[in-house]
């Protein structure tokens, strides 16, 4: 990327969101332990995802509404 579109607020903004959102998938795999899952079927691998997605949307919720102390990271 050259020099001028890094300078600007668009660029500064958008790794700020880009690294959110990495780190919420960085969590994803590694407590909700979706990098080595180890189940086999369709259905119990989306139950497993969809559980590690609400889990991780509490926590953050919890961190943004001040009602709860998530670990730090």
Request: hydrophobic share 40%.
């Amino acid at each position: 990327i050259d020099a001028r579109k890094a300078r600007g607020k668009g660029y500064a903004m958008s790794l700020q969101v880009r690294k959110r959102i990495e780190q919420g998938f960085g969590w994803i795999k590694t407590v909700g332990g979706l990098d080595k899952l180890p189940l086999v079927s369709l259905p119990k691998v989306r139950g497993w995802v969809t559980w590690t997605f609400a889990a991780y949307n509490l926590i953050r919720l919890g961190g943004i509404g001040e009602w709860w102390n998530p670990s730090p990271t």
